[in-house]
Each structure stands twice: as C-alpha cells, then as structure tokens.
C-alpha cells in the first residue's frame, strides 16, 4: 500500500525522507557502478525498474475501502541486491505520485522506505538464507517476503502517525496489520509465484547477469563483498 497525501503529520514526513536518503544515494551510486562495470546490463536494469512499476500500480481494493497491490522489487533486489532498488523504487514510486495518484509527494519517503528499502532487504536476506536450501524456494519465499514486509512497515508508519486512543501504536499497529492481511497476503503468494515464472524465463535470457543467482553461496566469487563494501 502506498500512503496517499495528508495521511502522515509533516514531522513523519520528514523524518522518513531523512531515514530514506541515504539509501536512495548509495543506490544511485551503486547503478552507476553496475552500468561501468558491464554496460550490458542496462537492460535488465530497466527491466527491474519497469516490472516494479507494473506491479506496484495494480491496485486492489481492501476491506477498509483502500489499495493494496504487489510490489515487484524482489525480483530486482534478488538480481542486483537491495541499494539498487532504493533507487529504482524511487523513481517508480515519482512516476506513480504525479501520473496516476498513487501514493504522495509528501509521503515519498515513507513510500520509499516501505517499499524500496525495508521491503527489498528483507527478501533479499531471506533469499540469501534459504538460496542454501533450493534456488527456486529461495526466490519465491524472498520475493514474497518483500511484499509482506513493505506492507508490515507501512502498518507500522500508519500506526506511528495515528495510534489508538486505547491500546496506543501496538494497538494501531495490530488493527493495521489485520485490515490489510487479508488482501496482502494473498498477493504476496502470487507475487512469489509470478518471481518464480520470470526468474525462469530470465535465465534463458540473460544467463550471464543470473549466473550468482542460481550458483550455490560456496561458489560466489571472493571479491563480491568487497565489491559491495566499496559501493
């Protein structure tokens, strides 16, 4: 769910922009780095882009008359690793505020963090923790998990912004969680299963840029940490 204008105070807005920024600059500089390392994979980077754009735009009403929808930056987390889709998700989520009214300027940075930060690191670890168990599992559940775990932080910013008169954030949080549960969930499955489907179809088509992807942990190139301190 992306928030909409006027539904956080002007001070969350802010803190969640400040908290979001250096995310987003550390992915910019990452996509730079990825485009001079291997200009090839242009591409796919704005095939990542434009799937979380799909993706995110589809909007399903919920139970309590609001949106809920995939998010698509799992797929992009898994391939390039989060930073990047700080970034990317940021621009999605401009695209969408200004074209179709989906989401908030205001709120940018609380979107930005929900689904472009907290959403793809967590699939992202989880992919990396399971990818030891079977690569297949590994995508679907890490791909999933970044959807649920978008929609778990934007309960918490809704519940932070507006806590309840009885039972305070927890509360909130609780009743936030439940409202959205039965839409979320359900999408978070299809969206896992939708990585699985493109994953496969990627494979064939872009061998090279999955080749870490599919390779067991043991097998990862030595240098790929440092690569990743450096960015």
């Given at each position: 769910?992306?928030?909409?204008?006027?539904?956080?105070?002007?001070?969350h807005?802010?803190?969640?922009?400040?908290?979001?920024?250096?995310?987003?600059?550390?992915?910019?500089?990452?996509?730079?780095?990825?485009?001079?390392?291997?200009?090839?994979?242009?591409?796919?980077?704005?095939?990542?882009?434009?799937?979380?754009?799909?993706?995110?735009?589809?909007?399903?009403?919920?139970?309590?008359?609001?949106?809920?929808?995939?998010?698509?930056?799992?797929?992009?987390?898994?391939?390039?690793?989060?930073?990047?889709?700080?970034?990317?998700?940021?621009?999605?989520?401009?695209f969408?505020?200004?074209?179709?009214?989906?989401?908030?300027?205001?709120?940018?940075?609380?979107?930005?963090?929900?689904?472009?930060?907290?959403?793809?690191?967590?699939?992202?670890?989880?992919?990396?923790?399971?990818?030891?168990?079977?690569?297949?599992?590994?995508?679907?559940?890490?791909?999933?998990?970044?959807?649920?775990?978008?929609?778990?932080?934007?309960?918490?910013?809704?519940?932070?912004?507006h806590?309840?008169?009885g039972?305070?954030?927890?509360?909130?949080f609780?009743?936030?969680?439940?409202?959205?549960?039965?839409?979320?969930?359900?999408?978070?499955?299809?969206?896992?299963?939708?990585?699985?489907?493109?994953?496969?179809?990627?494979?064939?088509?872009?061998?090279?840029?999955?080749?870490?992807?599919?390779?067991?942990?043991?097998e990862?190139?030595?240098?790929?940490?440092?690569?990743?301190g450096?960015?």
């Amino acid at each position: 769910m992306h928030i909409a204008d006027g539904f956080l105070p002007p001070l969350h807005c802010l803190a969640w922009t400040a908290a979001s920024a250096p995310f987003v600059v550390h992915g910019v500089r990452r996509i730079r780095q990825i485009v001079d390392d291997d200009p090839e994979s242009k591409l796919l980077l704005a095939a990542s882009g434009a799937f979380t754009f799909l993706m995110s735009a589809i909007k399903l009403p919920s139970v309590t008359g609001s949106s809920s929808h995939p998010t698509g930056t799992g797929v992009g987390a898994i391939i390039f690793r989060p930073p990047v889709m700080a970034a990317l998700g940021t621009v999605v989520l401009i695209f969408q505020a200004l074209l179709l009214s989906h989401g908030g300027i205001t709120t940018l940075g609380a979107n930005v963090f929900s689904m472009a930060i907290a959403g793809p690191w967590m699939g992202y670890l989880c992919f990396r923790v399971l990818r030891r168990v079977h690569p297949w599992i590994a995508i679907f559940t890490g791909v999933a998990l970044a959807n649920l775990s978008t929609y778990v932080v934007t309960s918490a910013q809704l519940a932070l912004a507006h806590p309840d008169p009885g039972s305070g954030v927890v509360g909130a949080f609780g009743r936030f969680l439940a409202i959205f549960a039965l839409t979320q969930v359900p999408l978070a499955v299809i969206e896992g299963l939708v990585g699985v489907l493109l994953f496969r179809a990627l494979r064939d088509w872009a061998p090279e840029q999955l080749r870490t992807v599919f390779a067991p942990a043991a097998e990862q190139p030595a240098a790929e940490p440092e690569v990743a301190g450096r960015a």
